[in-house]
T-cell receptor
Framework: DAKTTQPNSMESNEEEPVHLPCNHSTISGTDYIHWYRQLPSQGPEYVIHGLTSNVNNRMASLAIAEDRKSSTLILHRATLRDAAVYYCILRDPISGGYQKVTFGTGTKLQVIP | EPEVTQTPSHQVTQMGQEVILRCVPISNHLYFYWYRQILGQKVEFLVSFYNNEISEKSEIFDDQFSVERPDGSNFTLKIRSTKLEDSAMYFC?????????????FGQGTRLTVV
């Protein structure tokens, strides 16, 4: 999968919105932008994904820049349960294969009560 | 909500022994995966499985590893002769389709400790 760059860690206050950035300047036109998270001592959990347009679901929103070289995962109201490592992943058919998800180091989000 | 279940949650085995890790994927999913995460490291892809055969595998997935779907519900990972470096969390995952526009659902993992 193509390379993404995320901050190692971020902090947020409980009940405040959180914007988690991701840079993917080498994205190609067929790459999907996926976000997963991993809560402490748990398996990865799918959050959201998109191609070109902004996406919303019950967990979060995904804002994709017009040139697609960056994206932002938005948690509208952080709770303590949202403390996790968040992974921004590009899925492309060339280097990543059709099926596997390639995890990086992600952003560790700390939520402060 | 449907979920991927894994058993056991923790397995301790002696070096050189065979282990089988078990998973029950989500019932209408067709693609199945194993990943592992060594303590403090990234989640790594091992293998994907579709239509009763391996469709992709990583360099980690060598001859010591095998996967099987012995019946309509279970998906297993076997390590023939465990090594100390096989100690890790092993995650099973499944998805409805096998393309980039599909999310994967992960289980809670099996912690394998090789002593």
């Amino acid at each position: 999968d193509a390379k993404t760059t995320q901050p190692n860690s971020m902090e947020s206050n409980e009940e405040e919105p959180v914007h988690l950035p991701c840079n993917h300047s080498t994205i190609s036109g067929t790459d999907y932008i996926h976000w997963y998270r991993q809560l402490p001592s748990q398996g990865p959990e799918y959050v959201i994904h998109g191609l070109t347009s902004n996406v919303n679901n019950r967990m979060a929103s995904l804002a994709i820049a017009e040139d697609r070289k960056s994206s932002t995962l938005i948690l509208h109201r952080a709770t303590l349960r949202d403390a996790a490592v968040y992974y921004c992943i590009l899925r492309d058919p060339i280097s990543g294969g059709y099926q596997k998800v390639t995890f990086g180091t992600g952003t560790k989000l700390q939520v402060i009560p | 909500e449907p979920e991927v279940t894994q058993t056991p949650s923790h397995q301790v085995t002696q070096m050189g022994q065979e282990v089988i890790l078990r998973c029950v994927p989500i019932s209408n999913h067709l693609y199945f995966y194993w990943y592992r995460q060594i303590l403090g490291q990234k989640v790594e892809f091992l293998v994907s499985f579709y239509n009763n055969e391996i469709s992709e595998k990583s360099e980690i997935f060598d001859d010591q590893f095998s996967v099987e779907r012995p019946d309509g519900s279970n998906f297993t990972l076997k390590i023939r002769s465990t090594k100390l470096e096989d100690s890790a969390m092993y995650f099973c995952a499944s998805s409805q389709q096998g393309n980039m526009n599909t999310e994967a659902f992960f289980g809670q993992g099996t912690r394998l400790t090789v002593v």
